[in-house]
Nanobody, 124 residues
Framework: QVQLVESGGGLVQAGGSLRLSCAASGRTFSTYAMGWFRQAPGKEREFVAGISRSGGSTVYADSVKGRFTISRDNAKNTVYLQMNNLKPEDTAVYHC?????????????????WGQGTQVTVSS
C-alpha cells in the first residue's frame, strides 16, 4: 500500500508557473513508477507525465511537452510537476498516481494508487 498526497495547486494567470508536489508514504517509494494525470470538469482523466522508478526515464503528453517537467526525489518520497507557461486549458484537478507493475506508464488502468488531487486554475 502507498498513500499519495498532492499539494501546490492554486490560481495563476496565463503564462505563469506552478510546482505541484506529491508526497508518498507506505512501501518503498523507489519501487514505484509515478505519474501525473488531470481531469477537467466534464472530461475524462488524461495522462500528463510519467517517470520511471529511478527517474532516469520520463514521458509527456504532447499538450504539455516543453512546458511541464516531472521529477522525483526518492530520498524525500516525493514526485514533482513543474508547470511553466500555463494556459487556461491546463485548468483541472491534478492527480498523482503510482504503479509497481510497470517501468513507466501512460494510462490510468496501469496505475494502482491515486491521490485525491489538487486544483489548478489558470485565468486568461
Amino acid at each position: 500500500q502507498v498513500q499519495l498526497v498532492e499539494s501546490g495547486g492554486g490560481l495563476v494567470q496565463a503564462g505563469g508557473s506552478l510546482r505541484l508536489s506529491c508526497a508518498a508514504s507506505g512501501r518503498t517509494f523507489s519501487t514505484y513508477a509515478m505519474g501525473w494525470f488531470r481531469q477537467a470538469p466534464g472530461k475524462e482523466r488524461e495522462f500528463v507525465a510519467g517517470i520511471s522508478r529511478s527517474g532516469g526515464s520520463t514521458v509527456y503528453a504532447d499538450s504539455v511537452k516543453g512546458r511541464f517537467t516531472i521529477s522525483r526525489d526518492n530520498a524525500k518520497n516525493t514526485v514533482y510537476l513543474q508547470m511553466n507557461n500555463l494556459k487556461p486549458e491546463d485548468t483541472a484537478v491534478y492527480h498523482c498516481a503510482a504503479t509497481i507493475k510497470f517501468i513507466i506508464a501512460t494510462k490510468t488502468a496501469m496505475y494502482d494508487y491515486w491521490g485525491q488531487g489538487t486544483q489548478v486554475t489558470v485565468s486568461s
